[in-house]
């Protein structure tokens, strides 16, 4: 399978903390993209990070990419309620076959 | 509104019966995928298609299948030959090209009864 993995599985936080979620690929890439489904939705993108990119930010999303160890993290800083939802990774392969992880769902308490 | 549209939301079928679930984009995108999400999990590849009357297989094709006559269609049959079809499905497009994003609908619930 090409698919990634994303750590851990379930993670469940107060409002107000951070969130850092995790994912893991198999193969080379040409980027790394992440995101977001709520609660039998269809998934909405939510931040691409290239191949020769390290960091990027997005609002209170910073998405980082170490391409020796095949891994990539989201931080969502200041979660809220609304951010309850499940992340997932995809890693296009031959630029747009996109496979996706598992995922991490985000459980962000009141 | 440009996007894409699944329908229906909800689908229930019966043993034995072939049922076709519609995929619809208006986004004008080459590429169009199937998935199927089973409950807790990721998502896992059906076929995906790059051009108008081209498909392909993804990792779980066996019991499925597809037809891309047009460009803003990628309808997804699944067959009795599909053991286990109780599933969520999820129709995904996005344009030909390096760092492009997949768009996805809203998905249909498809359960055998």
């Known amino acids: 399978s090409q698919q990634g993995e994303e750590d851990p599985q379930a993670l469940s936080i107060q409002e107000g903390e951070n969130a850092t979620m995790n994912c893991s690929y198999k193969?080379?890439?040409?980027?790394l993209q992440w995101y977001r489904q709520n609660s039998g939705r269809g998934l909405v993108h939510l931040i691409l990070?290239?191949?020769?990119?390290r960091e990027k930010h997005s609002g209170r999303l910073r998405v980082t990419l170490d391409t020796s160890k095949k891994s990539s993290s989201l931080l969502i800083t200041a979660s809220r309620a609304a951010d309850t939802a499940s992340y997932f990774c995809?890693?296009?392969?031959?630029?747009?076959?996109?496979?996706f992880g598992s995922g991490t769902k985000l459980n962000v308490k009141p | 509104d440009g996007g894409i549209t699944q329908s229906p939301k909800y689908l229930f079928r019966k043993e034995g019966q072939n049922v076709t679930l519609s995929c619809e984009q208006n986004?004008?995108?080459?590429?169009m995928y199937w998935y199927r999400q089973d409950p807790g999990q990721g998502l896992r590849l059906i076929y995906y298609?790059?051009?108008?009357?081209?498909?392909q297989k993804g990792d779980i094709a066996e019991g499925y299948s597809v037809s891309r006559e047009k460009k803003e269609s990628f309808p997804l049959t699944v067959t009795s030959a599909q053991k286990n079809p109780t599933a969520f499905y999820l129709c995904?497009?996005?344009?030909?090209?390096?760092?492009?994003?997949?768009?996805f609908g809203q998905g249909t619930r498809l359960t055998v009864v």
């Open positions: 995904a497009s996005s344009p030909q090209g390096r760092d492009t994003e997949a768009f």
């Open positions: 193969t080379s890439i040409n980027n």
């Open positions: 990070i290239r191949s020769n990119e």
């Open positions: 995809a890693n296009p392969v031959n630029f747009n076959k996109f496979y």
């Open positions: 986004l004008n995108h080459d590429a």
């Open positions: 298609s790059q051009i108008v009357n081209d498909f």
